[in-house]
């Protein structure tokens, strides 16, 4: 049964960070592309960050560009968002998923049960 178990979200101020991991199992991540997407109240899932099987160079959708930065330890079988300078409009639902087809989607084979961030003076 494959697993994708979020964690690390919570409430921050403005100009704050946040570090989510996601541990996965039941599957061979290796063979996956991996991707963090968010939904926002009230709004759709967009797609967050995406990287490649191997790790190589991530894409990021534009309003995070620069702020956040994913990773993700094969060996381990974890997927990481480390996410500075966070903005109110970053608050949401943050889910990581997985795909055996890459590159940016809005359908994908897995996906977890989400982590909320919360971003409020």
């Known amino acids: 049964q494959v697993q994708l178990v979020e964690s690390g979200g919570g409430l921050v101020q403005p100009g704050g960070s946040l570090r989510l991991a996601c541990a996965a199992s039941?599957?061979?991540?290796?063979?996956?592309?991996m991707y963090w997407v968010r939904q926002a109240p009230g709004k759709g899932l967009e797609w967050v960050s995406a990287?490649?099987?191997?790790?190589?160079?991530?894409l990021y959708r534009d309003s995070v560009k620069g702020r956040f930065t994913m990773s993700r330890d094969n060996a381990e079988n974890t997927l990481y968002l480390q996410m500075n300078n966070l903005k109110p409009e970053d608050t949401g639902l943050y889910y990581c998923?997985?795909?055996?087809?890459?590159?940016?989607?809005?359908?994908?084979?897995?996906r977890g049960q989400g982590t909320q961030v919360t971003v409020s003076s």
């Open positions: 039941g599957l061979t991540f290796s063979r996956y592309w």
């Open positions: 998923a997985g795909s055996l087809g890459g590159g940016i989607r809005n359908t994908y084979d897995y």
């Open positions: 990287m490649n099987r191997g790790g190589g160079p991530t």
